[in-house]
């Protein structure tokens, strides 16, 4: 009996043309894909000659963000403060409404700032919730200061279950 032979090859398939589609697309996609936009907030500076604002009690409004996302604020002087002066308020609405009812009972509205100091406890969010708060305010006047010892021992006090 006679043998048939086959010959077997084995097939392979040709990568080079999905290669190349691939090119093709990750190309296409690239060029039609708009890319964002970083937001920068702009940065309020003062003059050089100009005189620095003054700073009176009552042309200032001290935010002390603190756990758990609570805010504080008060109008007095650091060493005058106890608990009954450091009130507690939320962010957003309620926050908006403090700043403006603060603004226009300022003495001299042009000078009027908000003093933002982040507490040990507050978080990375609560910094941009309030600078979002200077913002939607229009509050161009705006600093950031550390929270001084005697701050911190009421914020802690007031903060006690």
């Avoid at 996609?29 to 708009?34: D, E, L």
């Amino acid at each position: 009996m006679a043998e048939i032979t086959t010959n077997s090859r084995v097939a392979r398939v040709d990568m080079t043309p999905m290669v190349d589609l691939g090119f093709l697309l990750i190309t296409f996609f690239m060029f039609t894909t708009v890319f964002s936009k970083p937001f920068i907030m702009k940065l309020n500076m003062p003059d050089k000659n100009g005189k620095p604002p003054i700073m009176k009690e009552s042309n200032t409004l001290t935010l002390i963000l603190g756990k758990d996302d609570k805010i504080f604020w008060h109008q007095k002087n650091a060493d005058a403060l106890n608990i009954s002066l450091l009130s507690e308020i939320n962010y957003g609405l309620e926050l908006r409404k403090l700043i403006f009812q603060k603004r226009k009972e300022a003495k001299i509205i042009e000078n009027f700032t908000v003093i933002i100091k982040p507490s040990d406890d507050s978080n990375y969010k609560n910094m941009v919730d309030a600078l979002d708060e200077m913002k939607i305010t229009n509050q161009d006047i705006y600093m950031l200061a550390d929270i001084t010892p005697k701050e911190k021992q009421v914020y802690e006090a007031k903060i006690k279950p």
